[in-house]
């Protein structure tokens, strides 16, 4: 059984950044990050293979996010610039057994608590 704990969110004003960070209690492979909005289904945000490449972005945070990994710590990361209000959500980790799970949250077997992310207009 894996664990994951999510840090990094909070309030930031529209156009900042924050960085997420996923620690994982072991090793992990694909890993990815959703997020959920109030009253609206959980959606994909990024994805990561084991070895950082392949990597996947939903349309909507292209050319803003970054996911990136350091397998030494079990830690993946998700640098987050030019916020939106629409970005307001809860973001989760997610951890696969396969090398890429991509944007299928099917693929994903263990998932964190979650972190707020709120971004101010």
């Known amino acids: 059984q894996v664990q994951l704990v999510e840090s990094g969110g909070g309030l930031v004003q529209a156009g900042g950044s924050l960085r997420l960070s996923c620690a994982a209690s072991?090793?992990?492979?694909?890993m990815g990050w959703f997020r959920q909005a109030p009253g609206k289904e959980r959606e994909f945000v990024a994805a990561i293979s084991w070895s950082g490449s392949p990597t996947s972005y939903a349309d909507s945070v292209k050319g803003r996010f970054t996911i990136s990994r350091d397998n030494a710590k079990n830690t993946v990361y998700l640098q987050m610039n030019s916020l939106e209000p629409e970005d307001t959500a809860a973001y989760y980790c997610?951890?696969?057994?396969?090398?890429?799970?991509?944007?299928?949250?099917?693929?994903?077997?263990?998932w964190g608590q979650g972190t707020q992310v709120t971004v101010s207009s």
């Open positions: 072991g090793r992990t492979y694909a």
């Open positions: 997610a951890a696969g057994a396969a090398y890429w799970s991509g944007s299928n949250s099917n693929g994903y077997n263990y």
